[in-house]
């Protein structure tokens, strides 16, 4: 409950920041009315309109790693970007890269959080070509997902890029009806030497073991309080909502 009045809060501000006038703060816009049904106990706004006009659109591949755009699901996530490949810079919450030995004296334990890689999916040179024809990289702050649009703006591939919050896991959905893509490729790089990659039909993997344990707050991310089995997009059918 707790959770849905804090949520239900900031969408009230953003929209009454969207409503006032220029040169007025937030919540001042003349004599309006809340919009709220008393009888219903709701607020009468679109919470996806409301969100979804501070999208960020990209009409052109992001050749800077650091134009990347952000998605996840709390403890597994990505910096997404395309050059005419599609890269997933990843971040986990527990991957800590120590600077001391865990008995060195405190205050002296540093520590970060470090990458644990980068997943990069190359679709040839027919996906290149599609890019240079159309291409559309949106950042939907409502899903919380990166969304690519190659080649034509109707019927031309898909990619959507999101984070599942209970699974721990990067979803990438591709949806090319005209077949206009070469066959994915899969690259998983990695810098730091105590890295452990490989490969087991069919996937790809990367492992790194700590022994220290991660700071007590990460145990849990607390993204499944927004995030119920009804809600899931791979508990359903392909092609709902």
């Not at 007025?24 to 309109?49: H, K, N, V």
């Amino acid at each position: 409950m707790k959770h849905t009045v804090s949520l239900l809060a900031i969408l009230l501000l953003a929209w009454l920041a969207a409503e006032a006038s220029p040169g007025e703060p937030p919540g001042s816009a003349g004599t309006e009315e809340i919009p709220f049904d008393f009888q219903q106990q709701r607020w009468l706004i679109d919470p996806l309109e409301v969100v979804a006009r501070n999208d960020m659109l990209y009409t052109t591949p992001s050749v800077e790693p650091w134009e990347a755009m952000p998605t996840g699901g709390g403890d597994l996530s990505a910096m997404v970007r395309w050059d005419g490949s599609l890269h997933l810079h990843l971040s986990k919450s527990d991957c800590w890269g120590f600077q001391a030995r865990c008995d060195a004296p405190a205050g002296t334990r540093f520590f970060n959080n470090t990458s644990p890689g980068q997943v990069r999916v190359d679709f040839g040179g027919r996906g290149k070509d599609a890019a240079s024809r159309h291409f559309r990289q949106r950042l939907d702050l409502y899903h919380g997902r990166v969304v690519i649009e190659l080649g034509d703006e109707r019927a031309g591939p898909r990619l959507e890029v999101w984070g599942h919050p209970t699974r721990k896991i990067l979803v990438v959905e591709v949806a090319d009806p005209g077949e206009v893509l070469d066959a994915a490729k899969i690259e998983l790089s990695e810098w730091r030497p105590t890295m452990q990659v490989g490969t087991s039909r069919p996937s790809i993997y990367a492992r790194e073991v700590h022994e220290r344990p991660a700071r007590p707050h990460l145990a849990n991310t607390g993204m499944e309080d927004f995030f119920g089995l009804e809600r899931d997009p791979l508990g359903k059918k392909r092609g709902q909502n």
